[in-house]
């Protein structure tokens, strides 16, 4: 019994040494838990959705110590966990201003990590993290190097929650998918009707590349094998034949070419689910999709489950446009969902996009409709769009609107702040270097000195084609 004592009592000795040494950054929606050891991470919510009252202190990502969660580097042809003793930390994990940063070292490949909180697309709230890796081939010769980012998923109480599509519907079984069929953000829930935690993952970013692909499988499988592995359709979540389902997700860049002194910078987001959850006689419906737009195409989604006994049949599920907003061309107003058994969620999607004839908050709305007990049953939720934006408006006969053009403008003044912010990296990089005194050759000085060299040349070359741009605008604001 003594030695069960003493056992107890240096487990939470160890304990208590290893959550003293985490890195914690947190705000009124969600909390972010740091391992400097490793370089992995935790997320959990605070008090989470405002229009939920049961995700508080819930988790979003697997909570173990090492993290659970964590990203593959694979430099020519071999792959290696972010962090692991093999290679080295240049910067362990800290907290610096409103980051969370990292940066490991491998084979001269530099790798840093970067986790903040944006708001999330469906919710408007910094209830997200984003995750970003920038690699540096600071080696002599090429490299070949892909990221891959693996998120084991956790929901409240709910270790195998399904992943939800908007265009596929629910995942419950291992699956990949790539090229057309890549969504831009994947969703998941533990209950439609009584949800404890809804997640969401975005892929499409601006400024970040689109991954090549995303895989959806056990831990088991990606703890396994770090990079590719067979997908075998039907294979459940599950860890083992009874075990429980352990459910995951995996994001690939896949491996590209480095040369000399390159570097890529690559992004995704993990955060809560934002839908408005609509609880009908018949139907339960779950309307989800951004809450802004600043004139961009807009993806809508339904979830949609009959929460009665019966089959509903000929269900369909109608979107409602207010002025502002059309349908892609191509895109159909009415989706069928056939019939729906006793408690089966089906979902469906609509591609919208602002018209330019409006700005501000505007109200869509869907119509399910469905036959139970051959009486036709009606339901509608609807939700909110900011429409950001200018809107030029010229009176005649009729009202005719448009958006003045800006993109060229601004495509110019983010590739100057992307130079700068990259030789302002590198000051505080060298900053860093010069209070510890660390090793700096010069060779590296000269290739850090004609970097910063280039970009403020490029930086240069960019401010003579501002003028241009501007004059552009003003000349068709004054058409």
């Given at each position: ?301 339904a979830d949609v489950q009959n929460i009665t006994t019966d089959t509903a049949k000929d269900v ?28 089966e969620i089906k979902k469906t999607q609509w591609n919208i996009t602002p018209d330019g004839t ?122």
């Amino acid at each position: 019994m003594k030695k069960l004592y003493l056992t107890l009592f240096i487990i939470l000795v160890l304990v208590s040494f290893l959550t003293a040494s985490l890195v914690e950054m947190e705000n009124k929606f969600i909390k972010l838990i740091g391992d400097p050891e490793t370089g992995r991470f935790i997320l959990k919510t605070t008090d989470g959705d405002p229009k939920l009252d049961t995700d508080q202190n819930a988790l979003l990502l697997y909570e173990d110590y090492p993290p659970t969660s964590f990203t593959t580097v694979q430099i020519d042809g071999r792959e290696y966990k972010f962090g692991d003793e093999v290679g080295t930390f240049i910067t362990r994990m800290l907290k610096r201003d409103d980051k969370m940063i990292c940066v490991w070292s491998l084979k001269n490949i530099e790798v840093s990590q970067n986790l903040r909180f944006v708001k999330g697309p469906t919710t408007d709230n910094p209830d997200t993290i984003e995750v970003s890796y920038t690699v540096w081939n600071k080696d002599t010769r090429e490299h070949t190097i892909g990221i891959r980012i693996m998120l084991d998923t956790y929901l409240g109480k709910e270790d195998g929650a399904p992943f939800r599509i908007p265009a596929l519907g629910s995942i419950t079984e291992e699956k990949e998918l790539s090229g057309s069929q890549l969504p831009e953000y994947w969703y998941s829930y533990d209950d439609l009707s009584e949800p404890t935690v809804r997640a969401q993952g975005t892929l499409r970013i601006e400024g970040s590349p689109l991954p090549e692909k995303i895989i959806y499988a056990s831990w088991e499988r990606f703890n396994k094998y770090l990079w590719d592995f067979p997908i075998k359709e039907g294979r459940s979540f599950r860890r083992s034949i009874i075990g429980p389902p352990d459910s995951a997700v995996a994001i690939f860049w896949e491996p590209k070419k480095y040369n000399p002194n390159d570097t890529y910078s690559l992004k995704t987001y993990y955060g809560l689910y934002g839908a408005t959850l609509y609880k009908g006689r018949v139907f339960n419906v779950s309307l989800g999709g951004p809450v802004t737009t600043e004139g961009d195409p807009v993806l809508i989604t339904a979830d949609v489950q009959n929460i009665t006994t019966d089959t509903a049949k000929d269900v369909n599920a109608e979107i409602i446009l207010p002025e502002g907003l059309v349908l892609e061309q191509g895109e159909k107003g009415t989706k069928s969902m056939a019939s729906l058994k006793s408690r089966e969620i089906k979902k469906t999607q609509w591609n919208i996009t602002p018209d330019g004839t409006t700005t501000g908050i505007v109200v869509y709305k869907v119509k399910v409709t469905g036959t139970v007990k051959g009486k036709l049953e009606t339901e509608i939720v609807e939700r909110k769009l900011n429409i950001k934006g200018e809107k030029k408006v010229t009176v005649t006969a009729t009202k005719t609107y448009s958006l003045y053009d800006f993109s060229e403008l601004n495509k110019l003044i983010k590739e100057m702040n992307g130079l700068l912010n990259k030789n302002n990296d590198k000051v505080d990089e060298l900053n860093t270097l010069i209070q510890k005194k660390g090793p700096y050759s010069k060779d590296q000085a000269k290739q850090d000195r004609s970097g910063i060299q280039n970009r403020v040349e490029s930086s240069k070359d960019v401010e003579t084609r501002l003028p241009d741009a501007t004059k552009s605008v003003i000349k068709e604001i004054k058409k």
